[in-house]
């Protein structure tokens, strides 16, 4: 049977598109390796009309269909694990703007699109796409889509979610459904591109989204303070919100430890002040009006908050050089992370309130739980999502660390979910936190889930495993 749906696979796609043994090895690395995926092939389609054939032909043959774009994602979403029944659909080659809409503000893009080239056709028509990632030049718009991407931006623009304003899907038995109006309003009946937006594949694949631009930055004001604790964080964010108009695009916490491994592994990274500080804020202010009063404003938040006491220290950016230093050393937390050796992994959310008593208590829960570890939580502090992440105890075993991974889940999770935030902020569930969703959410809301995957895939054909489990 299987050389049976290779052969017509390739009918569809063409053959030299049906990667199987060494040729598909590429595509079958998990971005943290957590996982060591396995697929009976995969297959690379050039359009929607053959991602449609393909998943037909794939029911068929009994066989599941996992969508697959950057494989950038952090929670093994696209990671197959049966190479006798997983079929990858990678949507690299779906990578084409269909349009660019300027009076209605709006872009078309493929599924396969890089986050960085759309962001690039943008402001080739005199337009801004305002989702950005700190993995912009690797991540695709399906991904972005499957997970409702956050990022960077999230404080003034809003997840994924946000940005969407149609798609174009392809469901578990093959028919297409296309929705890119580019409409801002459109009450006519349940909102269905919500649903699958952060569904990662389980309930259908994207593959074409249309998207709100905006009108290009032309004034923008950076600065990175240091600060003694969050609840200063939290308060210059509420300033700077109120001075600003609404205007904060970036509002990152970075802890003394996460700025260190930047520091210490990441070219280009050097420590921000003469003095070390516990915590840092890094903030961004941007506008399309024309002016200079956005770095008035900032100019202000910081007179003010040294007379309230606010902060310890600060740099403002005046010269672009300078805010892309200061943004550079953010960018450079994830891979200094992993150049410093073994990490345990949190991606939570909570009220903005609420984030500096979380850490209170999750730093002195985890100290105690592991001994010796050492915290690294950064992140984006303006909308509430932290990365909470532990380092290896110096000279400590990687291996042996990693090992302690469900202890630490429990203690800081637990935490979350008594203090009711999330335990996937922003990098979806995957197939790596499908027991955490168990454990947390409730039994009406993870029926309510049921229901709609069996609605939408009743025999299990997309990505199974994902979100709630097999």
Known sequence: MSDGLIAELGAIVGTEDVLQGEAAAPYLVEWRGAFQPQALAVVRPADTDQVAAVVQACAGADCAVIAQSGNTGLVGGAA???????????LERMNRVREVDVDNATITVEAGCILADV???????GLYFALTLASRDRCRIGGNLATNAGGLNVVRYGNTRDLALGLEVVLADGRIW?????LRKDNSGFDLDDLFIGSEGALGIITAAVFKLYEPVVQQASALFALRSPAQAVKL??????????????CELMSRQAVELACTHIDGCEEPFDVDHDWYLLVELASSAEGHWLLEALSAVVENARQAHELVDVIVAHDTDTSRRLWHLRESLPPAQVAEGASIKHDISLPVSKLPAFLDRALAAVREA??????????????????????????ADGAAFLAQAETAHTVVHDIVAEMGGSIAAEHGIGRLKVAALDRYKSDVERDMMRAIKTAFDPNNQLNPGVIIGE
């Open 178 to 182: 296309n929705n890119l109006t580019g």
């Open 237 to 250: 964010q509420r300033r700077l919100t109120a001075a600003s108009g609404h205007n904060l695009t970036g």
């Open 119 to 125: 962001q690039q056709a943008a402001d080739d028509a």
């Open 80 to 90: 197959a694990s049966d190479p006798r029944r997983h079929v990858i659909v990678n």
């Open 370 to 395: 592991l001994p010796g570890v050492r915290p690294c939580p950064f992140g984006h502090v303006g909308d509430g999502n932290l990365h909470f992440n532990l380092s290896q105890p110096v000279d």
